[in-house]
């Protein structure tokens, strides 16, 4: 493939189908080079012996053919191609950029349905012992050799292996875009979700939905993209939810992607209860540290998977069981103790109407080189709408991230939903980026122009609603810029109850950071502490945040030293 960069603003995308057809043989036999990190492929990568040799600068024995494919192999490929042009949309021939944009979209489609299939197939015995007259082996499988003993040998022939996954992986490329109907959430939750508050507090929110309301109405079943930007405390969670079902009111289904394992246990209980949701309409799902740690160990010398990949990373799912479309149910059949059975736990994180997760679950669905779980994640992304709490949370890596998974949403035609009380121009401008290209691939896929909504709501100013087309470019820059400098001068007119300060230090040294928090500690203290219970003694409460757990420990120390009670402890706001 090249200098060849999947990238929306690149001349080098995959521009048609034998370039599609590359980067589906190339990721999903990973022959891209890695990070030194060992774990992810950079973005500039290319194709490299490393995944496939114990040692690098392997000799020419290891990189001879093993044998020929056979002439049918070929035979059927071109007749596919050729099936393949005769469908492609007239259109892109003579617009460039909306080709690539076709074949991009496609290409990832694609390639989940190619990782399904081969996941399926791999799973089967072709024999009970190894065929004869075969040259090329697609895998291997244990076998009966003896009494009670079995030996690794060579099972599914090449070439009935590549027909297998080739013709299931058309299926079900089709299968998820029209046989994925689960359900969502009840009417009646629905109903009790979307109910006006008579807290005056949050009347923002019934101003806000009604707008949204209003919008839906003069334009139903567009994508939209809703900006929460209301303050702490003001009850961005549940509007979050609102917004969610007031977009799409009939068996709305939605994923909520937190960044914290305890906020995502915190919120999932709250909405539970609060949202008055049945068993069966939530999953929870966090990573598990401690089998995450046994997992991470065993994966770098086991390679478990009919296939030889990878295992797939552990989570905690909390639901009741939920039934799936049978053509999934393959993907999700596991072998415990000798025998196949299905992961009741996995079924009930894609069918759960609503999911709330970790993100690191969700992330997935745009790293196709995490094979099942890519599959698995990606098809609750395009069967749900999207929440993403706190989206200004992450570093730079991480919201690159993050931010596929906002594309991958809008090229499915769902709703996204992102909230912070600090979403700044930067990160918001970036995440419109995201979902305007997600609607272009959209459009191109489906060969005509896409609207998309376009909201910023927050809990002071009338709610901002306006609709984009992915043909034309957006004023969300000037307009987002717009909404912040009115929020800004009306805010300046209401009494400060936080005033921000900058507390300056010398140097860069862990000490002069301690003293400068213990100086801001105790003048914090003055200003604010009373009179406890009638006596002499002064008391305040305060707390400092400190994102590593080593200086935490070492700060709470320094500060008891000094004369303060501290303690270390976790604490997240809980969702109005």
Same mark, same amino acid.
């Given at each position: ?5 999947? @990238? !929306? ?41 490393? $995944? ?22 070929? !035979?059927? /490929?071109?007749?596919?191609? &050729?099936?393949?042009? *005769? ?37 089967? &015995?072709?024999? =009970?012992?190894?065929?004869? !007259? ?44 029209? +046989? ?26 019934? #101003? ?17 993209? %809703?900006? @929460? ?27 909520? =992607? ?7 246990? &915190? ?28 997992? @991470? ?18 989570? +905690? =799912? ?10 999934? @149910? ?29 993100? +690191? ?39 690159? *991230? ?28 970036? %995440? ?22 376009? *909201?910023?709501?927050? !809990? ?24 912040? +400098? ?16 900058? #507390? ?23 200003? /604010?502490?009373?009179?406890? $219970? ?9 707390? %400092?945040?400190? *994102? ?23 604490? &997240?706001?809980?969702? $109005?």
């Amino acid at each position: 493939m090249g200098d060849r960069e999947i @990238n !929306n603003d690149s001349e080098y995308g995959i521009s048609n189908q034998l370039e599609a057809v590359d980067y589906l043989v190339v990721t999903h036999h990973g022959l891209l080079g890695i990070e030194p990190d060992g774990k992810h492929p950079p973005f500039n990568a290319l194709p490299h012996c490393e $995944n496939h040799v114990r040692e690098l600068n392997p000799s020419l024995q290891q990189l001879t053919c093993a044998g020929d494919l056979p002439h049918s192999i070929f !035979n059927s /490929h071109q007749k596919r191609m &050729q099936r393949l042009t *005769a469908l492609l949309p007239q259109q892109t021939v003579t617009k460039p950029k909306d080709q690539r944009l076709y074949w991009k979209a496609l290409a990832l489609h694609s390639r989940a349905a190619l990782i399904h299939a081969d996941h399926i197939v791999s799973a089967q &015995q072709f024999s =009970a012992v190894k065929p004869e !007259n075969v040259a090329l082996f697609a895998n291997t499988k244990f076998k009966e050799t003896g009494k009670a003993k079995k030996e690794k040998l060579q099972d599914q022939p090449l070439e009935w292996h590549l027909h297998q996954v080739g013709d299931r992986a058309s299926r079900i490329a089709v299968q998820m875009m029209t +046989d994925l109907n689960l359900s969502g959430l009840s009417e009646q939750t629905v109903d009790y979700i979307c109910q006006p508050t008579t807290n005056p507090r949050f009347q923002w929110q019934n #101003i806000a939905a009604n707008a949204l309301q209003k919008q839906i109405q003069k334009t139903p079943e567009i994508p939209a993209l %809703i900006l @929460n930007i209301a303050g702490t405390g003001s009850g961005k969670t549940r509007m979050n939810l609102r917004a969610a079902c007031t977009l799409r009111p009939d068996d709305p289904r939605i994923s909520i =992607a937190l960044n914290l394992r305890s906020l995502t246990l &915190q919120t999932g209980h709250a909405l539970q209860s609060s949202m008055n949701l049945s068993n069966e309409e939530i999953a929870i799902v966090i990573g598990d540290t401690v089998t995450q740690d046994l997992f @991470n160990a065993a994966k770098l010398t086991a390679y478990i998977d009919e296939d030889e990949n990878q295992p797939e990373p552990i989570f +905690d =799912a909390f639901g009741d069981e939920c039934g799936l479309p049978d053509w999934l @149910n393959p993907l999700f059949t596991i072998e415990q103790k000798g025998k196949k059975v299905l992961d009741q736990k996995g079924m009930t994180v894609l069918a759960s109407p609503l999911l709330v997760s970790t993100v +690191d679950y969700l992330i997935a669905a745009g790293e196709p080189h995490r094979q099942g779980h890519h599959v698995k994640a990606l098809l609750r992304i395009m069967s749900s709408d999207l929440i993403l709490d706190e989206v200004d949370g992450y570093e730079p890596k991480a919201l690159i *991230a993050v931010l596929r998974l906002v594309q991958l949403a809008a090229m499915y035609g769902r709703n996204v939903i992102c909230s912070s009380a600090t979403l700044s121009l930067t990160v918001a401008k970036t %995440i419109h980026r995201a979902f305007e290209s997600g609607m272009q691939m959209r459009a191109a896929l489906y060969e005509k122009q896409q609207k998309s909504i376009i *909201a910023v709501i927050d !809990n002071e100013l009338k709610p901002q609603i306006w609709l984009d087309h992915s043909d034309q470019s957006s004023d969300f820059n000037h307009k987002y810029q717009q909404h912040l +400098d009115t929020l800004q001068i009306h805010l300046m007119e209401k009494p400060t109850y936080r005033l921000a300060q900058l #507390i300056p230090f010398t140097d860069t040294s862990v000490l002069s950071w301690k003293q400068a928090v213990l100086a801001a500690a105790q003048t914090l203290h003055r200003d /604010h502490a009373w009179r406890f $219970n009638q006596t002499e003694k002064r008391i305040s409460l305060g707390l %400092i945040r400190v *994102a590593n757990i080593k200086h935490a420990i070492g700060l709470a120390q320094f500060l008891s030293e000094h004369g303060f009670v501290a303690q270390r402890f976790e604490m &997240q706001s809980a969702p $109005n």
